[in-house]
């Protein structure tokens, strides 16, 4: 089971920090991934992270701005994210991947998504 | 980046169907293309991996096919519960992406 928390309103600009706790598997042993949708839109590919923490990936459009990271002790997968825009304003899903390395890959649990608006 | 578009859009179906949803992607990701259903206000669900893997726990209605740049997902005797939105996404190479989904429904 996944669970996020964190989401909420913000301005643009301003930032926020997504969690995701995980219970019911060796989380340490999966990949993991936020997945993001705007309001009436299709699903987009925020960032990855590997069962070890390393690498991590990101999508262009939040390169630079949002950041990735874990805790294999604590169960727990997080996104940092600074400098949002409106354009970021969407429901965050975290996603388990796989316990291979890329592209052997799928996301096969994910949380309920937590809510994102930016707005002033 | 590796493009994914899906054909049709949306599309009207009947119980008891049988419907195919087409992905391309605009370059060779062997087999890996991965499929999932979402239902309005709830998360995606992983239905078919690496192309034509049934997920488990998935009803065997649902087929995946194809390589390298086309891929279909077929749903054979069309269920209610299978009214929904469908994605494909490949996990080729990062970024990671999806393609725009097919809607099915009534």
């Known amino acids: 089971q996944l669970v996020e928390s964190g989401g909420g309103l913000v301005k643009p600009g301003g930032s926020l920090r997504l969690s995701c706790a995980a219970s019911?598997?060796?989380?340490?042993?999966?990949?993991m991934s936020w997945v993001r949708q705007a309001p009436g839109k299709g699903l987009e590919w925020v960032s990855y992270?590997?069962?070890?923490?390393?690498?991590?990936y990101y999508a262009d459009s939040v390169k630079g701005r949002f950041s990735i990271s874990r805790d294999n002790a604590l169960n727990s997968l997080h996104l940092q994210m600074n400098s949002l825009r409106d354009e970021d304003t969407a429901v965050y899903y975290c996603?388990?991947?796989?316990?291979?390395?890329?592209?052997?890959?799928?996301?096969?649990?994910w949380g309920q998504g937590t809510m994102v608006t930016v707005s002033s | 980046d590796i493009q994914m578009t899906q054909s049709p859009s949306s599309l009207s179906a009947s119980v008891g169907d049988t419907v195919t949803i087409t992905c391309r992607a605009s370059?060779?990701?062997?087999?890996?293309l991965n499929w999932y259903q979402q239902k309005p206000g709830k998360a995606p669900k992983l239905l078919i991996y690496?192309?034509?893997s049934l997920q488990s726990g998935v009803p065997s209605r649902f087929s995946g096919s194809g390589i390298e740049t086309y891929f279909t997902l077929t749903i054979t005797s069309l269920q209610p519960e299978d009214f929904a939105t469908y994605f494909c996404?490949?996990?080729?190479?990062?970024?990671?992406?999806f393609g725009p989904g097919t809607k099915v429904d009534i």
């Open positions: 996603a388990r991947g796989s316990y291979k390395l890329l592209p052997d890959d799928a996301f096969d649990i």
């Open positions: 019911g598997f060796i989380f340490g042993s999966y990949s």
């Open positions: 992270i590997s069962s070890s923490g390393s690498p991590m």
């Open positions: 370059q060779s990701i062997s087999a890996y």
């Open positions: 690496a192309s034509s």
């Open positions: 996404q490949q996990s080729y190479s990062v970024p990671l992406t």
